[in-house]
């Protein structure tokens, strides 16, 4: 049998006396009469694989090419006979449209594409309301049809109808509300109504693929399949493999352009590309990683006179915490755009345990309360990886920008190929790290040209933002003369041709992934573990706080009386003080204040309460005549 040009009349079966439900089906929709097609630098390949041996009326191939206009791609048409799926990966988004053709993928190699395509961590948006009536005939003839049908499809090769309502909300799945949220019917009218259809499938899936939308109703021979049936036989399917950078499917089982809305056509085209791009390796293989981008806020600038010693201490440790904080993070719930789901919220709450886990003098405590956090952490949608950095966080002018927060995670936490990288990279940044690529000891030449491009086609930076996230050395007082570590947390991967020195990285760069042993280094370097002083602060009396540049002093305080106490230091140097009251052995931020660069002594003024437990936090930047006392008042 020629396996090109035959026409495939699938005749279906009475389904089984246990599965009709004995009601009449509602009237069928009216044809179409015309179709509104969409109107209106990525690219995508369109596989044309619509033969119109048996419809000549389907709209697919136009209904994809306008959403991926009006979406910004740049669109390859081939079709299915002049495609080679070794090239595919020159593209970010594949599209294998078949609309309502009997005849769609009932080649040889078409099948076996698909099949190696998906092996090899493919990811790809198929269309046809066809292949699943296809694969419930002929599905189980060959080894071939059957993996086809398990590896692509994800059908169980059980009945199959034709016979649709509308498409019915069925579970929550990126593709419903990310980044557009869908409605929860979307109204459908096939072109060819009724068991004869082309147009949609009712397909039943495998337990490893995820049926978002099935039908309203399902009827065979104008009688309603009970409601049991209707509810499991889908018509969008999506199917994540487990592996790490593992195959995507994206399963239309109906002819997109009989969607009745073409607002909603371009809206689930886009939420199905969405997902699919979402967290894919970077490489030639496949798509691109979300990077991390800073906030970009005015560099310090110190005043004249100031000495170079002075300088280099205070950048060094401008942004870091004293040791013994303890940071308080909440995930905003309002406004409601900010909200995550439980599953983002436990990869954020893994980082945090990570570093945690390392055993630094900095603590985190989850808060339900906004106004008892320093890290506020939201889930906006196309917002990016973000995080200030350091001390930065609590600048008030900074978390009004950013309308409160302090670190965001977007829709494509999950997605990545690592999403537990992601929330220890943010909260390294919110620790007071920089990026590591951008360490000035790193050597690193970089192919400018080539990033800008990538940076703009894969993230969609602009040039200042590419320079401040990726080709910008930091500061060298800020990283102590450390070496690079190209496997840091903080460190970008990047593919190959960006990198022209060092050479062995001109094929791409990869962090090994997790905090590296460098990281675990200098995180302790900045943050060790120390018990304040056994030493109680007395009222008028100087204490010397015999530190060298970067060492920290902590003092225990309890009042006498409950009043107004100041506190500050003497001598010329430059400090960062930091009041705790410390409850139930933890310790909980009052007030700080850091004096480096000015003319002045570090001094807070706060009531304290008698018999409460109080800790002064001093960590020296530097000190250049004398010694330096603390005193309280």
Same mark, same amino acid.
């Given at each position: ?483 690079? %570590? ?79 106490? %100041? ?67």
């Amino acid at each position: 049998m020629s396996e090109r040009g035959f026409k495939m009349n699938i005749e279906f079966p009475k389904p089984p006396a246990e599965e009709r439900s004995g009601n009449r089906a509602p009237p069928r929709k009216k044809a179409k009469i015309s179709l509104e097609a969409l109107s209106t630098r990525k690219k995508v390949l369109i596989i044309n694989d619509d033969n119109d041996i048996y419809f000549g009326d389907d709209q697919s191939v136009p209904t994809f090419t306008s959403a991926f206009k009006d979406l910004g791609y740049d669109i390859k048409l081939e079709k299915a006979s002049e495609t080679v799926y070794t090239t595919w990966k020159r593209y970010d988004v594949v599209v294998w449209s078949c609309g309502d053709d009997y005849s769609a993928v009932n080649t040889t190699k078409y099948r076996q594409m698909l099949v190696e395509y998906i092996d090899k961590g493919g990811r790809i948006l198929l269309e046809s309301g066809n292949i699943a009536a296809w694969a419930k005939e002929f599905g189980g003839e060959t080894v071939l049809n059957r993996r086809f049908r398990e590896k692509v499809l994800h059908s169980t090769g059980d009945w199959v109808y034709h016979d649709v309502g509308d498409l019915k909300l069925k579970n929550d799945h990126p593709i419903a509300t990310t980044p557009n949220s869908l409605p929860e019917t979307i109204d459908f009218t096939p072109t060819e109504p009724g068991d004869d259809s082309g147009d949609a499938n009712a397909v039943r899936i495998q337990d490893d693929a995820t049926g978002i939308y099935n039908w309203s109703s399902v009827a065979y021979d104008n009688m309603l399949l009970k409601d049991s049936i209707a509810r499991n036989s889908y018509g969008l399917i999506a199917y994540e493999s487990k592996e790490e950078n593992g195959g995507r499917i994206v399963y239309f089982a109906f002819d997109i352009d009989d969607i009745d809305s073409p607002v909603i056509q371009q809206k689930l085209i886009q939420n199905s590309v969405d997902w699919l791009m979402g967290g894919i390796k970077i490489g030639e293989e496949g798509m691109h990683m979300r990077l991390c981008f800073m906030p970009e806020v005015p560099q310090r600038i110190f005043p004249e006179g100031l000495s170079d010693i002075r300088e280099r201490a205070i950048m060094l440790l401008d942004k870091k915490w004293v040791s013994g904080t303890v940071l308080h993070y909440c995930f905003l719930d309002q406004p409601s755009k900010f909200k995550g789901t439980d599953e983002q919220k436990k990869v954020v709450r893994d980082g945090f345990n990570t570093w945690k886990n390392l055993g630094i003098g900095v603590k985190f405590e989850e808060v339900l309360n906004p106004d008892d956090a320093e890290v506020s952490i939201s889930f906006l949608a196309n917002d990016g990886f973000w995080s200030y950095v350091g001390r930065d966080v609590l600048n008030d002018e900074y978390r009004k920008e950013s309308e409160g927060r302090t670190m965001n995670f977007d829709q494509y936490l999950l997605r990545q190929p690592r999403p537990i990288d992601v929330t220890i990279h943010e909260i390294g940044h919110t620790l007071g790290l920089p990026h590591e690529h951008q360490n000035p000891n790193s050597g690193i030449e970089w192919n400018k040209d080539a990033v800008y491009e990538w940076a703009s086609r894969t993230q969609g930076w602009d040039k200042p933002k590419t320079d401040w996230n990726i080709l910008n050395k930091i500061d060298p007082d800020t990283v102590k003369g450390s070496n690079w %570590d190209p496997n840091s947390i903080m460190h970008y991967a990047f593919q190959s041709g960006l990198i022209n020195e060092p050479k062995k990285y001109q094929k791409g760069l990869t962090p090994a992934g997790g905090i590296s042993e460098w990281d675990k280094v200098w995180i302790k370097t900045f943050y060790p573990i120390f018990d304040p002083e056994d030493e109680e602060l007395i009222i008028d009396t100087p204490v010397q706080l015999s530190l060298r540049s970067g060492e920290q002093k902590d003092f225990i305080f309890v009042p006498k009386e409950t009043r107004t106490y %100041d506190m500050g230091t003497e001598g010329e140097s430059d400090t960062v003080m930091v009041l705790f009251e410390e409850i139930n052995k933890k310790r909980k931020q009052l007030e700080a204040n850091d004096d480096s660069a000015e003319d002045f002594n570090s001094h807070i003024s706060w009531e304290l309460t008698k018999g409460k437990r109080y800790i002064i936090s001093i960590r020296l930047y530097s000190e250049w005549e004398g010694s330096t006392t603390l005193k309280v008042w």
